[in-house]
């Protein structure tokens, strides 16, 4: 049972790393209508930031801010240098593009930083663990991934639903001719998102490497299922990215965790200890492809698409 | 009357709270131009849908030549002789237009998985298509890519494949719309030379060109049918009247 | 009509006469590492032109090819590593595996349309890739090597690597001229017809979707035999193989060499494989050149490597 709670909140903290990531790219995707392969670059790259700022400053929290700052910049410069120039085009297009943007991030990482992954080593106040149930210790790391994670969506929501800038958002999700023709400077906005979903990307890839390392790559198959939940959850849609992040984290940590049990029942312990990740990554394309088949547009298509 | 060939009959469609076809009931006689009228949101558009498939209606029946095809998907009413024109031009633009006509000819004539052959090269394709193109005008342009021509030759295309397959029937969906008078002049005079070797149904605003064509018009308002009669009765009908008070009122004495 | 002497016509067909000499010219430099890395390029083009039908003349942009590539290998290796080395079965089977997953891919992905469709004929291929991950006895992530190539008896032997490149030069040759005979037939109208406009091909009376699905599945097969190439080329096959990546890797080669025409994903396969050849010889960063330069394919020569050399025709 304690088990089955730990998972649960893994769960959870998977799916809102997958969040953080999603709602970047569902924004792009829905506003710009651009399909970003490149947005695991930022993940990556924010990884790459927040372990360099953080030995150079000796501290945790202001590398984390600092490599915040320069995902911010990075992204917006991309959107600057090469996005902008794809908005408009077909998605083949914007495959192209930002694979060739990908094998450009993977390598200046590797030219900058080397071929070696980099540690993010966490402060003490953070690599222990609390009792958050009697009994029930659970990694003050991951805990407080969960806090902040939710913090940022709640204020994404916010910011979303309740602010001038959050209506251009929203009516540029559904109807992107009504904000140009509202006067509203396209471009800027456009950049700014840009570099906010970067920034959000960043976050999620700073996150993870404190568990794992930052590594060349890293973002290329958490791309993917960033790309599953958007598109479960409806291209465009935060709330429909939320939800989905969710379930895909769920379904992705509590498969991993009790699939192997699962599978020993018919299998040896070692095929069943091989096989079951391999199942529970598939489950989460296999659910993709139902709701696809089911519901041709995500489970919450934004309004006018 | 004979046997119509096509038959509606209580035809119902709902989005939502608005009734876009309200019962609708008509029928249209072999060798008949059949129009339809009706004001802007009259439900034209919806009726043209569930007509060639492309929506399902709530209710009710369409029977096309003794058979009712109300559940057919489109290609399946295309093959038994319902064609179509597009209101907003629907072409192959990076064809040519003998491409494009051949390609009407070649849904008509047998399954198409034949991998082989160059189908270009077939005259049992590029004959008949060739022969629709002269039909409408078009054949000194058979080789033109169809996204270089003009609007009015998109409409005469539009109208030669419909007549590629050899229809029963020909859906004609606004012939006229965004066409100068003297491309509508020309367009008039070849619905003119095809009424009678087809049965047809124009669905169109150009009132003067209905009302010099029509055998028998039906009028829409609201998506119900509110006159459905010849030329001359429907011009003295006070409902029509009504329905179309203001600029087009001149036109219906008139015209 | 154009002349058939005009300046593309002589290029393409002095690559393909370049191409049927490689052979003679590495065994002359005593340089079989030429030769190996033309036989990679010959065998992933085939893989580019399969992709090319879909989604160059179809408009079914399929980012999950890849995964057939991966399924002809495995196939190989799988049969050999159960001690069936037979190509006579191996190939068979390959090719008829491969079809049976593109119809179950395609009969799903085909009900969708655009981006959806990139999204789901990648989570299938994810699926495919994760199948292979999960394959223990055949090497899970580690993948598994393949002792003896296919065998074909006295009829010709692979592991003569002249043979074996004039085999799958051989291939590509016939893989490029039935795509070509393909596009121009009633079918492959029916195919461009659809990509083209499916509203109106349905309206005039074609039940698209079951030929996009055969035409779907024409294209997995073909894959699936390059992947059976492939896996015999390198000795090896792994889920890799089938990273989305790769996938990425094929479309980038239709796309770079000219998506209009046949031979079009042959010149982008010549031109992505040897220019990375030649930049990693350049420098070992050479990805941050290769990189940007599709970025730059994408924004400023639209129509491929096909497309300049149809240009040279008008000039």
Not at chain 2, 103 to 119: C, E, K, P
Not at chain 3, 1 to 6: C, H, I, K, T
């Amino acid at each position: 049972m304690l088990l089955f709670v730990e998972q649960c909140l893994n769960g959870l903290q998977v799916g809102l790393l997958l969040f953080l990531l999603a709602a970047g790219l569902t924004l792009v995707f829905g506003i710009m209508d651009l399909v970003n392969l490149a947005h695991g670059s930022l993940y990556m790259l924010g990884a790459y930031f927040a372990a360099t700022f953080t030995a150079f400053t000796g501290s945790f929290l202001a590398g984390v801010a600092l490599a915040l700052g320069a995902t911010l910049i990075t992204g917006m410069a991309v959107e600057v240098i090469a996005m902008r120039r794809l908005y408009g085009r077909d998605h083949l297009d914007h495959v192209l593009g930002t694979f060739g943007l990908i094998l450009f991030f993977n390598e200046i990482v590797r030219l900058v930083w080397g071929p070696e992954g980099r540690n993010l080593p966490l402060p003490a106040w953070l690599s222990k663990s609390i009792e958050i149930l009697p009994g029930f210790p659970y990694s003050m790391y991951r805990l407080s991934i969960i806090v902040v994670s939710l913090a940022v969506a709640l204020a994404l929501y916010l910011v979303v639903m309740r602010t001038r800038f959050g209506m251009l958002v929203r009516a540029g999700a559904s109807n992107r001719e009504m904000v140009g023709a509202l006067g509203v400077n396209i471009r800027l906005l456009y950049t700014f998102l840009f570099g906010v979903g970067a920034a959000l990307a960043g976050l999620a890839g700073m996150m993870q490497a404190a568990i794992l390392t930052a590594q060349i790559g890293m973002g290329e198959n958490i791309l993917i299922l960033a790309f599953v939940v958007i598109i479960i959850g409806g291209i465009g849609s935060i709330r429909g990215a939320f939800i989905a992040a969710l379930f895909v984290g769920f379904v992705d940590t509590v498969g991993r965790t009790f699939l192997p049990e699962l599978l020993k029942l018919t299998l040896s312990p070692t095929a069943a200890s091989t096989a079951a990740p391999a199942l529970s990554s598939m489950l989460i394309y296999l659910l993709m492809a139902v709701v696809l088949v089911v519901r041709p547009s995500g489970l919450f298509p934004a309004a006018g698409r | 009357m004979p046997e119509p060939l096509l038959e509606i009959d209580g035809l119902t469609k709902r989005f939502g709270g608005v009734v876009a076809s309200d019962g609708i009931r008509l029928a249209v006689a072999p060798g008949e131009l059949h129009a339809i009228i009706g004001p802007n949101g009259a439900g034209k558009t919806t009726l043209i849908g569930q007509l060639t498939g492309e929506l399902a209606p709530d209710a009710g029946r369409i029977r096309f030549g003794g058979t009712d095809i109300t559940r057919l998907p489109a290609h399946r009413r295309s093959l038994m002789g319902l064609a179509r024109s597009f209101q907003i031009t629907s072409l192959f633009l990076d064809f040519t237009a003998l491409d494009n006509v051949a390609l009407a000819v070649q849904a008509h004539a047998g399954h198409s998985f034949r991998f082989w052959r160059n189908a270009r090269r077939e005259r049992a394709l590029r004959e008949p298509a060739h022969k629709a193109l002269a039909r409408v005008g078009l054949v000194e342009r058979a080789h033109c890519i169809v996204a270089s021509m003009s609007h009015g030759e998109h409409r005469q295309l539009e109208i030669a494949m419909g007549l590629a397959t050899a229809p029963r029937m020909l859906l004609l969906d606004e012939p006229m719309a965004g066409m100068g008078p003297e491309e509508s002049q020309r367009m008039v005079a070849l619905l003119r030379e095809l009424k009678g070797e087809l049965t047809i149904l124009l669905v169109e605003h150009d009132m003067e060109a209905v009302f010099a064509l029509a055998d028998r018009i039906t009028v829409l308002v609201y998506g119900r049918v509110i006159a459905s009669d010849t030329p001359a009765v429907v011009r003295l009908n006070a409902e029509v009247r009504q329905a179309y008070l203001g600029e087009q009122e001149a036109v219906i004495r008139h015209g | 009509m154009r002349a058939l002497a005009n300046p593309r016509n002589l290029v393409v067909a002095a690559i393909l006469i370049f191409l049927a000499l490689v052979p003679v010219y590495a065994q002359a430099r005593a340089n079989p590492y030429l030769l190996s890395l033309f036989t990679r390029i010959i065998i992933l083009a085939m893989a580019a032109v399969s992709l090319n039908l879909i989604m160059g003349f179809g408009g079914m942009v399929s980012f999950g090819h890849a995964a057939y590539i991966g399924l002809g290998g495995y196939a190989v290796g799988i049969l050999a590593q159960e001690g069936i080395t037979a190509g006579l079965v191996q190939w068979p089977v390959a090719i008829v595996t491969s079809a049976l997953l593109a119809v179950v891919i395609g009969a799903f992905s085909l009900r969708t349309r655009g981006v959806y469709f990139i999204m789901i004929t990648l989570a299938f291929a994810q699926m495919i890739y994760y199948v292979g991950v999960g394959l223990e006895r055949y090497g899970g992530d580690d993948g598994l090597s393949i002792d003896r190539r296919s065998q074909f008896g006295g009829l010709f032997n692979l592991s003569n690597r002249t043979v074996f490149y004039y085999v799958c030069f051989g291939l590509l040759l016939a893989s490029v001229y039935l795509v070509w005979r393909l596009v121009n037939s009633r079918f492959g109208l029916v195919i461009q017809g659809a990509r083209s406009n499916d509203r109106r091909m349905r309206a005039i009376g074609f039940p698209t979707y079951r030929y996009r699905l055969v035409c779907f599945v024409i294209a997995g097969t073909i894959c699936g035999l390059a992947g059976v190439l492939l896996a015999n080329h390198t000795d090896f096959i792994s889920p890799a193989t089938m990273h989305w990546t790769r996938s990425g890797d094929l479309i980038v080669m239709a796309v770079l060499g000219g998506m209009g025409t046949v031979l079009g994903p042959v010149l982008g396969a010549l031109a992505l494989l040897l220019l990375e050849e030649a930049l990693s010889g350049l420098t070992e960063y050479w990805q941050v050149i290769l990189g940007p330069l599709l970025l730059a394919v994408v924004l400023f020569a639209r129509g491929g490597i096909d497309g300049m050399l149809a240009s040279l025709n008008r000039a």
